[in-house]
Each structure stands twice: as C-alpha cells, then as structure tokens.
C-alpha cells in the first residue's frame, strides 16, 4: 500500500513528506524543486504495540508501516506536458491513496502559481488535470476497442465514462484495463501558516509544516496548543497517518512469538492464512491452524500463556478474517 502526497509546486509537499518520514528530501522556495519522486517509510504511531512491550518485555519491537511517496509538482496543462510533463502521472497511477496538499500559507518569499491564496481553484486546477489525464486515456482505449465484439460491454461502459469526465464529474466505473486517477481515493490536506492567519471554508485536514519545524523542541502537550492556537489539527501528523489507515481500510495484527514484538499491517478482511504468508511464505505454505487472542484480552490477563490459561485464546483456522488489534501465534509444518 502507497501513499502518495500530490498538489501544485511550491505548497509544501516535500516539507510533509521529510516531516512523516525524516528522509530530508530536497526542499526549497522554488516551483519543481522534485523533479525525481521520494519514497520513504512511515511508521504507523501505535500505542497499543507499546503497550504489549511493556508486557512482552520483548527485546526487540517493530511498529507497522507504510510507503509514503512525495509526487513533482504538476500545473495547468501538465497532462499535455506542461511543466514537469506528464511523467508524474505515472507515480500517481502507482499509489492507492493520495494526499492532496493545498498552500493555505502566504509567503511572499515563497514562488506561488497564483498572485493570491485561493487553494480552492488550486484544487480545481490539479483535479482537472487528473480528469484531463483520464479522459485521454479512457479515449484510447475506446479507439483501440471501438471494432473487437467481444469488448462491447467494456466500450458502452467507456463511452458512459467518457461522458462522465468530459463533464468534470468522476467516473461512477472503473475497469481494470484503465487505470484511472481521478477515481483513487483522496485526502484534502490543508498546510496552513503558523500563526493560523488563514481562515477559510474549505474542508480538510489542517497542518502547518512550517510550524512542525518550529516546535520539535516542545514537549507533546505544549505541541498540542500551539497547534490548537494556530488553528491546525492538534493530532497532527500522527493523526493523518490514522486518517490515511482508515481510508485505506488497514487494519493492524500483532505477533509476539520469541524475540520480537511486531505490528503487521493488512487490509481488512485479509484471512490468516494470507496474514501469514506476510511474516514467512514458510508460514502460509504449511499453516495448521493460528490461536488467536485480542489485544484486550492480552492486556487484560497480562501474557499470553496467562489469556491461555484463562481460556482466552481461539484456535482458527485458514478462513479465518484477522481483525484489528489481534494478537497471533501460528502453528505450522516446514
Ligand atoms: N511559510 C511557509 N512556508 C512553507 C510551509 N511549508 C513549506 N514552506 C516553504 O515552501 C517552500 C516549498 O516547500 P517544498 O516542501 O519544497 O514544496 P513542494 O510542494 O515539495 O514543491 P515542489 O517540489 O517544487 O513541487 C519551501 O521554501 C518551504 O520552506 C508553510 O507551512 N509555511
Ligand atoms: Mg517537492
């Protein structure tokens, strides 16, 4: 699972993604400072797994975590290969979520593609290039279908499609031989300035990079209402992680088993079997059965062989669907 952070030049996208990942990608006042993408690992902020180590006394612990990828800057016409071209299209076709960064700051020092704030027509001006991008490719497609019988049902579908996004309205369809942008899920997040000077109706997850890089000094609390004054979600990064999980529906299951305590992201509804394969391919190949136990149920009887003793655990088998916050051990033969 990828995420990628996409928005116009120049609105702090690198910013964020050194934030999330602490990569110190490249980051500079001006406009097609990434020309190349950034992909870095995050991991997911994870009480629950702090908790169990407290617990396990486990040497060793790992949290979950998820690719972040920080896209180039696209502008108006980027799908005709203004700007930077449209090789961005790519990075974007690759991720399952995207971040949509709008410039909610003023800085006269800092380049902006608009002489004023107005991040609601730049989120128009990006929207439409992925619809633009879209329609190109939905029309190809149909040109190269438009004669073979068997695709009729595909090319009615398409034309359907077409129609849809020569309106600016995002396809109600997809299809898995067209690999579409403007329908990937998306998070609006809006970076605002430090001193929360800017007040707007638009919706969306409120940061201020700027003020990030000012407060890594303070502790958690006096974070929190600095945040709060500048008028930015106190939870911050940590809470946009969260945001992006439960867009993408992952869910986390913990293993415990020897010296390692770690955390596991998976998509709900993922089988056991399948959670398995994620740890060792040997795991899923001979898998026997898993005991399964909940994370408050661990924490409540305080060990696993405690829940085990208090008949806490079940044993599951192969279908099996891993729910948050299960804690695992698998029995298999190699
Ligand atoms: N005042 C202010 N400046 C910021 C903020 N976030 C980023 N900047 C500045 O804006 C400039 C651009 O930041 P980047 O993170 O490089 O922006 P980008 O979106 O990655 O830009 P491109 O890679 O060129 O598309 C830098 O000079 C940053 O220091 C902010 O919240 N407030
Ligand atoms: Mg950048």
Known sequence: MKIG?????????????????????????????????????????????????????????KYASIEFVDIAGLIKDAHKGEGLGNKFLSHIRDVDLVIHLLRCFADADVAHTSSQLLPNDDYAIVRTELLLSDLEIVERRIEKIKKAVEFREELQGLQRVREELSRGKVPSHTYADVPMLSTKPEIIVLNLDDEGKFKDALDGYKISAKLEEEITAFNEDEKRELRKDAGVDPESLPGLIKLCLNKLTIIVFYTIKGEETRAWPVQEGTKVVDGAGKIHTDMQKGFIKAEVL??????????FTEAQNLGLTKIE??????????????????
């Open 5 to 61: 952070i996409i928005g116009l030049p120049n609105v702090g996208k690198s910013s964020l993604f050194n934030l999330l990942t602490n990569a110190g990608a490249q980051v500079a006042k001006f406009p097609f400072t990434t020309i190349d993408r950034n992909v870095g690992m995050v991991a997911i902020p994870d009480e629950r797994i702090e908790k169990i180590v407290e617990i396990t006394k486990a040497p060793k612990m």
């Open 317 to 334: 088998g192969k279908e099996y669907v891993l729910q948050d916050g299960d804690i695992i051990l698998i029995k298999f033969r190699v």
């Open 294 to 303: 909940t994370y408050n149920d661990f924490v409540k009887s305080g060990g």
